[in-house]
């Protein structure tokens, strides 16, 4: 038994040596929905259910056929959109005359590992078996795939096909990682890439004020890169980020109550929303059934347009929602095309039954044991409104119609080309009987090309076309049905600022409100402050703090506040800088007329007691008080009170040079005079001792000698300091934040200080001489009276330090006239009112022996 088991197991062997070794396929062909022969086939691959059956494997019997639950009707539009533009090209004579074109569409139930398998399905064909010397090494059946919907799935079927030069060309592929040439070098779509989409809906956020949102994303490939790119974006723009949240279809029941919980609880009032239409709609329900309302939706491309989305419930969340869309677009013929399609027995052609019992409820299975009606097959879809007979948003549908154009044009280009010494074509042109898939990628890169609507379709080096949406904005119709209305338009080809493009369309908002909502962490600063961030918090949440005095701040949200120019302060409200009002004393001010009448006083006062000095100038004590002496003594006090004036006034350079140097001379003219009657009284009552002749060495010639030597002195010094550094007039913007101070500079401090001294040293010398001069006879009493003034000259003009020093401002200059006019008036009253009195009131003490001290006796 043993030697015969051993000769059948050599004669097995022997046999299968003899045969040549074939390549067999494994699995079902139940993808396959729809299928027509023709001399260059296009692949397609779409999700017509959601979801795929998942059987537990025993791996002891065979799991059957492969099923799918959640007929997606859209899916098989977009099929039959495909479909219609391969029998458009075929019937037309414009574009593959001598070609036709068939089609292999595949199902995938948005699963990866079945859209792999039908992307390999349609590279090696649906042969049982083929000997693999002879056709393991054929070209691939398909020269292109038109799909997926699903950036995940595309990924998957993209990085199968793409080392061998098929292209694969999206219609709904959006997420910018497809746009990576060495991952996907064989990948073209004609959905822009999310990398412009979300930059614009960060944009579009902005453009409408909100700085302060949340974010909700798919967790999967197109919601994780879009919303990725929009965090970049919205930062740059100055957006801040609440929270950010994924969900996912999959998702357990507590995750998706978490993230409707963070909306609620949310301070933001706009949600962005990156994530496809099925994770849409299952939030949304969610936040239906919470009755989560009042929050301003702004949505991606991928559900923003999407009717289950936006159905009655839907419209209750999510009314008011705004977002980007691919342009709408007219497909003629299409409806009927749609509408005209039937179901079909033939093996591969069995994409529309479904579709066709649910709608009819009926089966069309030739063994039906169930209670359900037959399908007669004479149905009509006419008037029958879903997903797949919807043709009023054809914006995906007519993707996959460019899609189709495009492959179409690339063969065509690749027909009609010719052949140039040097040409880069040269190779891809060559063999024109014989088509590979590269050639067609070739042809692709360079295609361009309008539809009929007016659409441009070309590709970029990434494979992408040009990023242009309309604005979408969820508008409810008179029967509470959702309107996706078109508000505008954004085209990232447009210069920076230009790029959105609004309509006079009013947009609905949030709670049917025709007010754009606010959403930000913190209200704008107005001008005139400027932000603080707070600690801990994003830099959209602020304080805001008022500029200091002398700063400002002109635009709201001001970082910073901006120091004014110097002869400018701020404004009450800190929002611009004004010029400061200029101060100095003037005639016109309360201050000034008070000091201008005393100053006018004391001059008509003094030219009083000169007339009466004059008038009475024969009489004994008019004599008796050197009234030469006398008379230029109230000259110089008569200036002294005049000099006062120049203080007063606008500063210019005359009047700056003019107030001190006069000041100066005429105040040391004052007091030489009044020195030199100190020194007269001296010497006269030093004449009076027997044998003393000193008067002859202080006459009148002598007398007006000293007056004039001591006036020169200071007038040198007046001369030296206009000459080195004389006074000017000066912009005080030290004491006052509000105004500028016009004042006088001295120039030279020591100038000054030589000029007050040299007034002290005077006043110093004469009142020591008066002092030793007090005791002489009582009725002789002009010593007392020099002495009585010079001591309120020397406290007033003590007193005047600290005062001018601490005194702002004009009231500097104040003070230093009331200096001025105390020490003059304390001169006329003290050294001329009591000889006026005599004169005028006591006449009969005007005589020679009164002044002298020889009273007649009485009888």
């Given at each position: 038994f043993a030697m015969l088991l051993l000769a059948e197991v050599v004669l097995i062997a022997l046999f299968s040596r003899a045969e040549k070794p074939v390549c067999q396929q494994y699995g079902t062909q139940e993808l396959l929905q729809f299928s027509k022969e023709g001399d260059i086939i296009l692949g397609g691959i779409f999700s017509f259910h959601k979801n795929p059956i998942l059987v537990k494997p025993t791996f002891k019997v065979n799991p059957g056929h492969i099923q799918c639950e959640g007929l997606n009707p859209g899916e098989l539009q977009y099929a039959q959109t495909m479909i219609f533009a391969i029998e458009e090209i075929n019937n037309s004579s414009d574009i593959l005359p001598a070609v036709s074109l068939g089609y292999k569409i595949y199902e995938a139930c948005r699963s990866i590992p079945l859209s792999i398998k039908a992307s390999l399905d349609l590279m090696n064909g649906q042969e049982k078996g083929f000997i693999t010397d002879q056709s393991c090494t054929k070209s691939s059946s398909v020269h292109?795939?038109?799909?997926?919907?699903?950036?995940?799935?595309?990924?998957?079927?993209?990085?199968?096909?793409?080392?061998?030069?098929?292209?694969?060309?999206?219609?709904?592929?959006?997420?910018?990682?497809?746009?990576?040439?060495?991952?996907?070098?064989?990948?073209?779509?004609?959905?822009?890439?999310?990398?412009?989409?979300?930059?614009?809906?960060?944009?579009?956020?902005?453009?409408?004020?909100?700085?302060?949102?949340?974010?909700?994303?798919?967790?999967?490939?197109?919601?994780n890169d879009g919303m990725a790119t929009f965090l970049q974006a919205a930062q740059k723009e100055g957006i801040c980020i609440e929270y950010s949240e994924s969900i996912f279809r999959s998702d357990p029941k507590e995750k998706l109550l978490k993230v409707v919980d963070i909306v609620k609880k949310s301070t933001s009032r706009v949600v962005v929303a990156f994530t496809s239409?099925?994770?849409?709609?299952?939030?949304?329900?969610?936040?239906?059934?919470?009755?989560?309302?009042?929050?301003?939706?702004?949505?991606?491309?991928?559900?923003v347009t999407n009717r289950y989305v936006g159905s009655k419930e839907g419209y209750k969340v999510l009314g008011g929602a705004v977002g980007f869309a691919i342009p709408n677009a007219e497909i003629p013929g299409l409806k009927e095309f749609i509408l005209n399609a039937r179901p079909s027995d033939t093996s591969g052609n069995t994409g529309l039954n479904e579709l066709w019992e649910t709608i009819f409820n009926c089966s069309l299975r030739s063994h039906n044991d169930s209670s359900t009606k037959p399908c007669t097959r004479t149905e009509t879809l006419?008037?029958?409104?879903?997903?797949?007979?919807?043709?009023?948003?054809?914006?995906?549908?007519?993707?996959?119609?460019?899609?189709?154009?495009?492959?179409?044009?690339?063969?065509?280009?690749?027909?009609?080309?010719?052949?140039?010494?040097?040409?880069?074509?040269?190779?891809?042109?060559?063999?024109?009987?014989?088509?590979?898939?590269?050639?067609?990628?070739?042809?692709?890169?360079?295609?361009?090309?309008?539809?009929?609507?007016?659409?441009?379709?070309?590709?970029?080096?990434?494979?992408?076309?040009?990023?242009?949406?309309?604005?979408?904005?969820?508008?409810?119709?008179?029967?509470?049905?959702?309107i996706f209305q078109t508000i505008g338009l954004y085209d990232d080809s447009l210069p920076e600022g230009q790029q959105f493009i609004m309509n006079y369309i009013r947009p609905v908002w949030a709670g049917d409100q025709h007010k754009v909502p606010r959403s930000v962490c913190s209200e704008s600063c107005l001008p005139g402050t400027r932000k603080a961030i707070e600690k801990g918090k994003p830099v959209c949440c602020f304080v805001c703090?008022?500029?200091?005095?002398?700063?400002?701040?002109?635009?709201?949200?001001?970082?910073?506040?901006?120091?004014?120019?110097?002869?400018?302060?701020?404004?009450?409200?800190?929002?611009?800088?004004?010029?400061?009002?200029?101060?100095?004393?003037?005639?016109?001010?309360?201050?000034?007329?008070?000091?201008?009448?005393?100053?006018?006083?004391?001059?008509?006062?003094?030219?009083?007691i000169a007339f009466v000095f004059f008038r009475y100038r024969y009489t004994a004590i008019v004599k008796a008080n050197n009234s030469e002496l006398s008379f230029l003594l109230l000259f110089s006090l008569t200036l002294c009170f005049l000099c006062s004036l120049t203080f007063i006034g606008q500063p210019s350079d005359w009047s700056c040079m003019l107030r001190h140097t006069a000041f100066g001379i005429t105040f040391v003219l004052c007091i030489s005079c009044v020195l030199g009657k100190t020194i007269v009284v001296l010497m006269a009552f030093r004449a009076t001792l027997p044998g003393n002749?000193?008067?002859?060495?202080?006459?009148?010639?002598?007398?007006?000698?000293?007056?004039?030597?001591?006036?020169?002195?200071?007038?040198?010094?007046?001369?030296?300091?206009?000459?080195?550094?004389?006074?000017?007039?000066?912009?005080?913007?030290?004491?006052?934040a509000d105004r500028?101070?016009?004042?006088?500079?001295?120039?030279?401090?020591?100038?000054?200080?030589?000029?007050?001294?040299?007034?002290?040293?005077?006043?110093?010398?004469?009142?020591?001489?008066?002092?030793?001069?007090?005791?002489?006879?009582?009725?002789?009493?002009?010593?007392?009276?020099?002495?009585?003034?010079?001591?309120?000259?020397?406290k007033v003009w003590i007193t005047f330090i600290p005062a001018y020093v601490s005194?702002?401002?004009?009231?500097?200059?104040?003070?230093?006239?009331?200096?001025?006019?105390?020490?003059?008036?304390?001169?006329?009253?003290?050294?001329?009112?009591?000889?006026?009195?005599?004169?005028?009131?006591?006449?009969?003490?005007?005589?020679?022996?009164?002044?002298?001290?020889?009273?007649p006796s009485k009888s």
């Open positions: 292109a795939i038109i799909g997926q919907s699903s950036s995940t799935l595309t990924i998957g079927i993209a990085a199968t096909v793409g080392p061998f030069h098929i292209p694969v060309i999206s219609h709904f592929a959006s997420c910018a990682c497809l746009s990576n040439r060495k991952e996907f070098p064989s990948f073209f779509r004609t959905i822009p890439s999310d990398y412009y989409q979300s930059r614009a809906l960060a944009k579009l956020v902005k453009h409408f004020g909100w700085t302060w949102v949340g974010a909700i994303r798919s967790n999967n490939d197109y919601g239409s099925l994770d849409m709609e299952i939030l949304a329900k969610e936040l239906f059934i919470q009755n989560v309302t009042g929050f301003q939706w702004v949505g991606s491309e991928a559900w006419k008037g029958i409104s879903n997903q797949y007979t919807d043709v009023s948003e054809l914006r995906i549908s007519n993707n996959v119609y460019k899609a189709v154009y495009a492959v179409a044009h690339s063969l065509h280009n690749r027909f009609t080309c010719k052949i140039s010494q040097g040409s880069s074509d040269d190779e891809a042109c060559a063999n024109k009987k014989k088509i590979e898939p590269w050639q067609v990628l070739h042809y692709l890169r360079r295609v361009n090309f309008t539809t009929r609507s007016g659409d441009s379709v070309y590709f970029d080096k990434n494979g992408d076309p040009a990023a242009r949406y309309t604005l979408i904005n969820w508008q409810p119709n008179e029967e509470g049905i959702t703090i008022s500029c200091a005095e002398g700063e400002f701040s002109n635009v709201t949200d001001s970082v910073d506040c901006s120091k004014c120019p110097l002869e400018y302060r701020s404004n009450e409200q800190r929002s611009q800088c004004i010029l400061k009002s200029i101060e100095f004393l003037s005639f016109g001010e309360l201050m000034g007329i008070l000091l201008v009448t005393c100053s006018g006083f004391g001059t008509s006062l003094t030219i009083a002749n000193i008067m002859k060495w202080f006459g009148p010639t002598q007398q007006r000698l000293s007056v004039l030597a001591f006036t020169l002195v200071q007038v040198l010094i007046c001369f030296l300091w206009l000459k080195i550094s004389p006074p000017f007039p000066n912009k005080n913007m030290k004491y006052y500028i101070i016009l004042e006088c500079d001295l120039g030279s401090v020591g100038a000054f200080c030589a000029v007050l001294g040299y007034i002290g040293f005077l006043s110093a010398m004469c009142f020591v001489l008066a002092f030793l001069a007090r005791k002489l006879p009582d009725n002789f009493n002009e010593a007392k009276c020099i002495t009585f003034s010079m001591l309120i000259f020397c005194s702002p401002g004009k009231f500097t200059v104040a003070v230093e006239i009331f200096a001025i006019l105390a020490s003059s008036y304390g001169l006329l009253f003290c050294i001329f009112m009591p000889k006026c009195y005599i004169i005028l009131f006591k006449p009969e003490q005007n005589t020679k022996q009164h002044v002298m001290g020889k009273m």
